[in-house]
């Protein structure tokens, strides 16, 4: 392995917990990381469901909540390690920590899906419809999509408390957790701002491109990416020049991801964005829409105008938008940015010397980010 000044690197082949492999190996290594942290996850929960659920009267919260952190695909977590990867060997402890961003992932879904009135995630009915049908069933007064909306809120702030708990409890020192706290504050903040400039986005009156890219970077870019290779990288004591260029790479990656996730969004199925293809039902002006209508001629702007405005979007009416953006280039044009900005995080690593398997493993987050299939 290379040297890089005020980092120490690791080598592919060191024992211990999730060590980087060869680069053939990644997809392994890969679901090895997501299975460590998965579990930890479970058994945090599971420690805590049972005294701090248990009073709260609704016996259903703690299978809703079992279930609902189980299944996540462990993005953040493994950015997180890779960032720790730059300057430590691997560490039980640092998995750990990163695992608590599987409940920060957990807090930012639920409430989501509560803003979006999402159905489902993951293939399964969503948080709060499965605690609005507990109240059904039991008969209970009140509105039960009230209920329901609320329980999962309420659930939603359990992790985001949880999570800041499992960092703390992670094993790591206090002088290393306390390097991660400014950009663990930073992505908490920029999450919550970004779902804020989201909800008042309206395609009723579409923003330009720069700023929807803008809220996305806020929103999901650095929250999936850059910010948890900066967290990992930081608890690892990574220097400045280290941490500007995971940022460059993050901030390119996550944008990538989120230009990505509008194209499934549209065009996507719910086994690929965890939840109903609903962009165009909602209304987003996402990178997608924004693009078709910037690209469209006046006659096919007209048509979007219908759409856009019209009361009811069936089925026949969302083929019929598909069609539209399609014909403008704008997935085209979208696709285009996404592999100028996997080129640009690309461009990021080559700059610096981080080591051969730990170039490869980054190259591959970024692919896997970039390319995920519809």
């Known amino acids: ?122 293939g399964r009915p969503a948080a709060h419809v499965q605690f609005a049908a507990w109240h059904r069933r039991r008969g209970l007064s009140g509105s039960s999509r009230r209920f329901g909306e609320s329980s999962a809120v309420l659930l939603g702030d359990l992790c985001l408390i949880w999570a800041e708990q499992m960092l703390r409890d992670s094993g790591l020192t206090h002088h290393q957790l306390h390097r991660a706290w400014p950009r663990y504050d930073a992505m908490r903040t920029e ?47 990574c220097d400045e020049r280290v941490l500007a260029a995971l940022g460059a790479y993050g901030s390119a990656i996550g944008e990538a991801f989120q230009l990505r996730d509008d194209v499934l969004g549209i065009f996507g199925s719910p086994t690929a964005t965890g939840k109903p293809t609903n962009d165009l039902i909602e209304r987003k002006a996402t990178s997608v829409v924004v693009a078709a209508h910037q690209l469209a001629d006046p006659a096919t702007r007209l048509q979007f105008r219908e759409l856009m405005t019209t009361d009811r979007l069936d089925e026949p009416a969302l083929d019929r938008w598909r069609n539209l953006i399609l014909a403008t280039g704008a997935v085209h044009f979208i696709e285009e940015l996404i592999a100028e900005r996997v080129d640009e995080a690309v461009n990021a690593l080559d700059r610096f010397i981080f080591g051969d398997h730990l170039t490869a493993a980054l190259i591959d987050m970024a692919g896997l980010c970039a390319r995920r299939a519809a």
């Not at 961003?101 to 899906?113: I, K, S, T």
């Not at 330009?208 to 930081?234: F, H, Q």
Request: with cysteine.
């Open 1 to 122: 392995m290379h040297a890089f000044p005020g980092v120490r690197l690791t080598e592919a082949t060191r024992c211990g917990p999730a060590a980087l492999p060869h680069p053939d190996q990644l997809d392994a290594w890969r679901a090895g990381v997501r299975q460590a942290v998965l579990s930890r996850v479970v058994e945090f929960v599971a420690d805590r469901c049972a005294d701090a659920l248990g009073p709260c009267g609704v016996d259903v919260a703690s299978d809703i909540l079992m279930e609902f952190v189980n299944g996540g695909k462990c993005l953040r977590s493994t950015f997180m390690y890779l960032g720790w990867l730059c300057g430590e060997p691997p560490s039980d402890a640092a998995l750990s920590a990163t695992a608590s961003l599987e409940l920060l992932h957990a807090f930012a879904l639920l409430q989501d899906d509560v803003m979006d009135e999402s159905a489902s995630r993951r």
């Open 191 to 237: 999450l919550a701002v970004g779902q804020f400039a989201d909800l008042a986005t309206d395609v009723r009156d579409l923003p330009t491109l720069e700023a929807v890219l803008a809220v996305a970077r806020r929103k999901s870019g650095n929250y999936t990416v850059r910010r948890p290779l900066e967290i990992g990288a930081a608890m690892a004591g």
